[in-house]
T-cell receptor, first 112, second 114 residues
Framework: GEDVEQSLFLSVREGDSSVINCTYTDSSSTYLYWYKQEPGAGLQLLTYIFSNMDMKQDQRLTVLLNKKDKHLSLRIADTQTGDSAIYFC????????????FGSGTRLSIRP | AAGVIQSPRHLIKEKRETATLKCYPIPRHDTVYWYQQGPGQDPQFLISFYEKMQSDKGSIPDRFSAQQFSDYHSELNMSSLELGDSALYFCASNSRDPRRNEQFFGPGTRLTVL
């Protein structure tokens, strides 16, 4: 069945780059997303990538997709204290009506 | 830009009571999804609607029902509430337009069952 896995925690020093990794199992996944959730808040869509792309860059965010290994990563350059949050990797099938399957989330903490 | 609106934002109920959560999708979005996020958990899909018809069903208990109305807003009805129903309930919407692939989430309704 569909499954999305992430490591639970990541701690980085302020100013360094953060890399959050994710693996998924559904080879029919067409859209792969990264959502950010701050404590007690909703889900903010950060970025997404089509499965036929290898990379997408958006300001400080870089998404890399290795479709062969079903591996997705989110790199945050120059990590700031405001980046502290839980980051969810998620995947969705081809149909725009498809539900989103979320990973367990990676809690990113920033050290001064 | 308009976002997904959910009401109420917070709700406190007692066991065995009923609750109704409302969702107003982004204008011109025709598909609505409901997700449940328990404490420390990832969001789990409950149910979705397209053009007022149920389009997919996930792990939604039989005690819950939902519908989408002609103005595309949706309501999630929860009966015989249990302590384990305490969670953050998200609504999301998107357009069927294949050029628009984002699924936008509302701020959520935090339901606490005492």
């Amino acid at each position: 069945g569909e499954d999305v896995e992430q490591s639970l925690f990541l701690s980085v020093r302020e100013g360094d780059s953060s890399v959050i990794n994710c693996t998924y199992t559904d080879s029919s996944s067409t859209y792969l997303y990264w959502y950010k959730q701050e404590p007690g808040a909703g889900l903010q869509l950060l970025t997404y990538i089509f499965s036929n792309m290898d990379m997408k860059q958006d300001q400080r965010l870089t998404v890399l997709l290795n479709k062969k290994d079903k591996h997705l990563s989110l790199r945050i350059a120059d990590t700031q204290t405001g980046d502290s949050a839980i980051y969810f990797c998620a995947e969705r099938g081809y149909s725009s009506a498809s539900k989103i399957i979320f990973g367990s989330g990676t809690r990113l903490s920033i050290r001064p | 830009a308009a976002g997904v609106i959910q009401s109420p934002r917070h709700l406190i109920k007692e066991k065995r009571e009923t609750a109704t959560l409302k969702c107003y999708p982004i204008p011109r979005h025709d598909t609505v999804y409901w997700y449940q996020q328990g404490p420390g958990q990832d969001p789990q899909f409950l149910i979705s609607f397209y053009e007022k018809m149920q389009s997919d069903k996930g792990s939604i208990p039989d005690r819950f029902s939902a519908q989408q109305f002609s103005d595309y807003h949706s309501e999630l009805n929860m009966s015989s509430l249990e302590l384990g129903d305490s969670a953050l309930y998200f609504c999301a919407s998107n357009s069927r337009d294949p050029r628009r692939n984002e699924q936008f989430f509302g701020p959520g309704t935090r339901l606490t069952v005492l």
